[in-house]
């Protein structure tokens, strides 16, 4: 009994030992799972704290980079807006949370923005652009966004984040620097214009005057008089070179001049500068000398005015500083490659010389020279008209000068050779000048009388014109072989009167017509070409420019007993840009400008008179550059002023004008047009 008691007892015993051990065990594996736990809770307050901090850090940053987040889903619903976005926008938190943001600051014209942009997101694109948003009370904010779409676990976009930058104080120093820029070219408007009614006002008179002094030498004045008109020439040419240099300045800084090549000859451009300057030299203490190097008899492709008008300059101011020695002009051909050809310009004189520390400010405009006593003459922008319209030729320019030994100018500029042919200032064509008949229409009764002494002086036959509507009158009756036409003339200017001779059936619808004009501020002869007018001669004219005209146009009557057709009138050198040697390839585009683009202009004029701009625009734009595939870019200028002028509020007269005047000169261009296709053809 005992010992079953006992065993019973060691049993129980035994079976709390294991109950105890299992609890202890239990309970230390409670406590290292609470340690666990507690370490794990420890590194997720570490993690959450780290997180606020660096989130408060970024959140910082982004304050202090004055970039507001906004925060939206697929719908555009705002789902969280940053404290700098809701600044920049007026509102506060509470009220954007759930509204559709473009709905609720994004203008009605600016909601397709925001929705293509959402777009490109919802395809995982980011994107950067600029957006006017509506602040609450009612103004604009400017901002530059880049939104960046969110993604879920899945890859999946679930909504976007714009960063919003403020752009308003740009916006509106852009708006004050656009408005600064209207008020200026307002001002550059004005400018021009009363340059070009100054102009105006002093070149006529001024022409009369240059006019007159020329005829007086040819009447035997005595030795007094002949001082008297030096003076008075010598005054002149000064006031005529200053008006000069300042309305080229003015067109220059307006953009106001092309290029436009035509073919000519430089040996006699440099003989008659030579003896223009010899004359004006032939009292001083200085001689001139010309030096012509071999191969410039030839025609060449280039401005001649341009060249003309830079020799001049330099020339002059050659003059200016030379009060004793020698001023040589020369020429030599640089290099020649095929048919293009650069041909260097040396003006040297032994003046007083240029210093060394002015030498690179001498082309600044109104930069002048005054040293060793010498008075400043001028205004100092002759040399810098001279660079500018070098520069404009893609030519170079340089001088080389020490005090005391004189200077050197030195131009180079790019042009195209011609065959030989005859060319104004040859015996032959000067004989020639003497059999033109001209027509003169000029309302100035000064200039008339200056022009007639000068024509009745070479043995020129004219008739005299005193308006538009006269020259139309007197055309319909007469045959001439050259029209100078004046531009401002009472009745009917000088722009009807040649588009009405181009128009109209008459004897003289080919017939060169040359604008007389003393207004200097010719938009690119735009509207000269436009009216069907060949080229320009300013007012007040040396005889000889004039004369150099008249022999220019008598020449182009020599043409073999197989009558050739000058294809100069196209601009040759933009054709051989275009087509080179293939002339396969240009007979194709001629052939498909006469047969298929020629006649699509004809659209134009049932166009114009319902005035459907928008078609006019259109259509313009479609065939301007055509006109440069048959070497017409003038007509292509004028064409592409028809565009500019059918948008915004087109004025119905002056693109009627424009069109008239246009389909003149195309008709003219025609036969043109087809002469060089068959060259190509036969080529």
């Known amino acids: 009994m005992n010992r079953k008691k006992l065993d019973t007892e060691a049993v129980s015993a035994a079976q709390e030992q294991t109950a105890r051990m299992q609890a ?76 559709n943001a473009s709905e609720l600051f994004v203008k009605p014209g600016n909601a397709d923005v925001l929705e293509r942009q959402q777009e490109k997101r919802k395809h995982g694109q980011s994107s950067s652009y600029e957006l006017p948003l509506l602040h609450k009370n009612g103004h604009t904010v400017w901002a530059l966004v880049s939104g960046v779409p969110i993604t879920n676990e899945k890859g999946q976009v679930v909504g976007s984040i714009g960063i919003h930058y403020n752009l308003t104080e740009r916006k509106q120093l852009e708006q004050e620097l656009e408005s600064a820029r209207s008020l200026a070219e307002e001002a550059r408007i004005a400018e021009n214009q009363f340059l070009a009614n100054m102009s105006h006002e002093m070149r006529t008179p001024l022409n009369a005057i240059i006019g007159m002094t020329n005829l007086l030498y040819d009447t035997s004045p005595s030795v007094q008089q002949q001082e008297y008109l030096d003076m008075l020439r010598s005054s002149a040419d000064f006031l005529h070179e200053l008006v000069s240099d300042l309305l080229d300045m ?229 045959r001439f072989d050259l029209i100078l036409m004046d531009i401002q003339m009472p009745v009917l200017d000088g722009y009807e009167a040649a588009r009405s001779i181009r128009t109209k059936p008459n004897p003289n619808q080919q017939v060169p017509i040359v604008a007389l004009s003393a207004s200097a501020m010719l938009d690119h002869q735009e509207s000269l070409h436009a009216a069907g007018m060949n080229e320009f001669l300013g007012k007040p004219f040396y005889p000889a420019t004039l004369l150099e005209l008249l022999q220019k146009y008598a020449s182009a009557k020599i043409v073999p007993t197989t009558t050739v057709i000058d294809l100069t009138v196209l601009d040759q050198q933009q054709l051989t840009n275009l087509y080179g040697d293939d002339m396969e390839y240009a007979a194709d585009m001629f052939q498909t400008f006469l047969e298929q683009i020629l006649p699509e202009f004809d659209a134009f004029e049932p166009l114009i008179r319902e005035q459907q701009w928008a078609e006019v625009r259109q259509l313009a734009h479609k065939l301007k550059p055509t006109l440069r595939m048959v070497g017409l870019p003038k007509l292509e200028k004028v064409m592409a002023r028809l565009e500019e002028m059918a948008s915004g509020d087109p004025d119905v007269i002056d693109i009627q004008n424009l069109w008239q005047g246009f389909c003149a000169e195309l008709t003219n261009k025609k036969p043109l047009i087809e002469a060089q296709w068959q060259h190509y053809l036969t080529s």
């Not at 736990?37 to 910082?60: F, I």
């Not at 925060?71 to 954007?96: P, S």
């Not at 020695?325 to 004189?349: M, P, T």
């Not at 001209?438 to 009745?456: C, F, G, I, K, W």
């Open 24 to 99: 202890e065990k239990m309970l230390e594996q409670r406590t290292n799972e609470l340690s666990v736990l507690k370490e794990q809770l420890l590194q997720v307050s570490t993690t959450l704290d780290q997180l606020r901090k660096s989130e408060e850090k970024y959140r910082g940053i982004m304050n202090n980079m004055d970039l507001g987040l906004l925060e939206v889903d697929n719908d555009q619903i705002i789902v969280r807006a940053y404290d700098r976005f809701c600044q920049m926008i007026g509102y506060r938190e509470d009220e954007l949370l759930g509204k």
């Open 250 to 478: 003015a067109k220059i800084d307006s953009a106001r001049i092309d290029v436009q090549p035509e073919p000519f000859n430089v040996a006699g451009l440099l003989e008659t500068l030579a003896n223009e300057f010899r004359d004006k030299l032939a009292k001083s203490s200085v001689s001139f000398e010309l030096a012509i190097g071999n191969g410039l008899s030839d025609s060449f492709v280039g401005d001649s005015s341009l060249l003309r008008r830079i020799l001049y300059t330099l020339l002059s101011n050659a003059e200016k500083f030379t009060e004793a020695g020698l001023i040589r002009l020369s020429a030599r051909l640089q290099k020649q490659e095929g048919n293009k050809a650069w041909i260097e310009f040396d003006v040297a004189d032994t003046g007083m010389g240029i210093p060394d520390d002015k030498r690179e400010q001498i082309f600044e405009k109104f930069q002048q020279i005054s040293h060793l006593g010498q008075k400043q003459k001028g205004v100092g922008i002759g040399l810098t008209i001279a660079k500018r319209l070098v520069d404009l030729q893609g030519g170079q320019i340089s001088v080389q000068s020490a005090v005391g030994q004189g200077s050197v100018f030195t131009i180079s500029l790019p042009y195209v050779k011609r065959k030989a042919s005859s060319q104004p200032g040859t015996p032959e064509s000067a004989a020639l000048v003497s059999q033109m008949n001209v027509l003169v229409v000029e309302d100035n009764l000064m200039n008339q009388r200056y022009v007639s002494a000068l024509l009745t002086k070479w043995g020129v036959t004219y008739q005299i014109a005193r308006n538009g509507r006269e020259a139309v009158d007197v055309t319909q009756r007469s």
